[in-house]
T-cell receptor, first 116, second 112 residues
């Protein structure tokens, strides 16, 4: 069965430090992979997505993610974190026949706190 | 603002009751998705509609039902509510079945 694992429930980084959020997926074929961010009281905003091609994907707000098929991973990175990045981050895989961008299986999320 | 509108934003109701959550998709979007976000289960896909027809079903309870109307807005009906149904319910919409989905801000349901 398809699944997404985010091993870190909560991460705290200092402002200006680099960030890497881990995501591992289980999927039979080439997956559609996504990272979403949820700020308190807000909906989900898409940061970036991967379907095929270049395994390093650039997103909004300075985020990037790298797809590694051999490790079944899609880790999210940012070189320098800003206080406004404090939020909860969700990795997701597109489910459904032929892939889907709306029928998604989400990980449990990683809550990011940023120290001044 | 994603352009997806969900009403109401907050809802408090008693066990055993029935509620209806409403979603207005972005203009031009034909597909609507419903999700439930709870502390226990995380974010779970419930159901998808495309142009009025059910397209995919996820972990939706039999007490829950949804529909998409000709004007493309969608409603999620939750009946015989239990305490465990307390959650944030999200609607998302996309132009087509395989294009990027945009999420609304959710309806927070509290069952007391």
């Amino acid at each position: 069965a398809q699944s997404v694992t985010q091993p870190d429930i909560h991460i705290t980084v200092s402002e200006g430090a680099s960030l890497e959020l881990r995501c591992n997926y289980s999927y039979g074929a080439t997956p559609y992979l996504f990272w979403y961010v949820q700020s308190p009281g807000q909906g989900l905003q898409l940061l970036l997505k991967y379907f095929s091609g270049d395994t390093l994907v650039q997103g909004i707000k300075g985020f990037e993610a790298e797809f590694k098929r051999s490790q079944s991973s899609f880790n999210l990175r940012k070189p320098s974190v800003h206080w406004s990045d404090a939020a909860e981050y969700f990795c997701a895989v597109g489910a459904g026949y032929g892939g889907s961008q709306g029928n998604l299986i989400f990980g449990k999320g990683t809550k990011l706190s940023v120290k001044p | 603002d994603s352009g997806v509108t969900q009403t109401p934003k907050h809802l408090i109701t008693a066990t055993g009751q029935r509620v209806t959550l409403r979603c207005s998709p972005r203009s031009g979007d034909l597909s609507v998705y419903w999700y439930q976000q709870s502390l226990d289960q995380g974010l779970q896909f419930l159901i998808q509609y495309y142009n009025g027809e059910e397209r995919a079903k996820g972990n939706i309870l039999e007490r829950f039902s949804a529909q998409q109307f000709p004007d493309l807005h969608s409603e999620l009906n939750l009946s015989s509510l239990e305490l465990g149904d307390s959650a944030l319910y999200f609607c998302a919409s996309s132009v087509d079945i395989n294009t990027e989905a945009f999420f609304g801000q959710g309806t927070r349901l509290t069952v007391v």
